[in-house]
């Protein structure tokens, strides 16, 4: 699945030389994607370039929490793990550019013999069709899914690879969240996926690798390919998905020029350091 595809009415900035805003501080919202991701290695790099502050919260959220404090003017900019919807972009006047990409990715304990999975197999599993371990050549124990239902009021991309409504000619044509089975745990959003699968020999779940490594998990093959950085930038690996810097307005001043540095090549190779988020 190629996430480029499903980029609607974003703006995208080019570059233009830093000038200093010295003193002046923008408060940004960083998600748990970026939080764990590697922000603040940028944060650090683009204060000392330009004497300008970056404050987070101690207690970062989600998407939600990003449109509502853009709602509020409590903050400058926020991370989004899939662009806004046309309300918010038309009522409220959020303008997303790309930031940065993750994988979706497949977890499983670090003893299930499992290394690779089709597509359809996971969709199989996650919708209910396949319920054993050895359907899919692991073991004979029954498969114990884990994930999450986000942003019901986002066309999100981990739920079109679920459960999206796909015509074979015009691909993702909605998502059907009734497909999930009743048998999948629902948990929090964020690395708890993980922690859970970490818990479970049998367990399965779909989580994304900008959150920080659980132990006792492994992401396997999807198609035959692994999630590395190279493949989801390429979009080689099969479901990727752009990170969204969202502002209320087009972004100006200090905010402007933090976006430009973070989507700048040195930006793009600092978030990258830590080895969870891939580059545009």
């Known amino acids: 699945m190629n996430a ?23 408060t940004f919202n960083p998600s748990l994607l970026f939080l764990d991701g590697g922000v603040e290695n940028v944060n650090k790099a683009f204060e000392s370039k330009t004497g300008i502050k970056v404050a987070m919260p101690g207690d970062p959220k989600g998407c939600g929490a990003t449109v509502l404090g853009l709602k509020t003017d409590k903050l400058n900019a926020g991370i989004m793990c899939c662009p ?14 790309g930031a940065a990409k993750d994988g979706i990715v497949v977890a499983v304990h670090e003893s299930n013999p499992v290394g690779n999975l089709s597509t359809e197999q996971v969709r199989d599993v996650f919708q209910g069709r396949i319920t054993n371990w050895k359907q899919v050549g692991g073991k004979d124990a029954q498969i114990a899914s884990y994930a999450y239902v986000m942003c019901p009021q986002r ?5 079109q690879f679920l459960v999206g409504v796909r015509d074979y000619k015009k691909g993702v044509m909605g998502i059907d969240n009734d497909k999930l089975a009743k048998s999948v745990n629902r948990v929090k959003p964020g690395p708890e996926v993980a922690k859970q699968v970490s818990g479970d020999s049998n367990g399965i779940g779909i989580t994304s690798t900008a959150y920080a490594p659980v132990s006792g998990v492994k992401f396997i093959k999807l198609d035959g390919i692994a999630p590395t950085q190279k493949t989801i930038a390429d979009d080689t690996y099969p479901v990727s998905r752009h990170l969204y810097i969202v502002t209320k307005g087009y972004p100006s001043g200090a905010t402007k020029q933090y976006i430009e540095f973070l989507r700048s090549p040195e930006g793009q190779s600092l978030l990258a350091k830590e080895g969870r988020l891939s580059q545009l």
């Open 4 to 26: 480029s595809r499903y980029i609607v009415a974003l703006t995208f900035f080019g570059f233009s030389p830093l000038i200093s805003f010295a003193g002046d501080q923008i």
């Open 84 to 97: 806004p919807n046309k309300e918010e972009m038309g009522n409220q006047g959020l303008v997303a550019s």
């Open 155 to 159: 066309e999100e991309v981990m739920r």
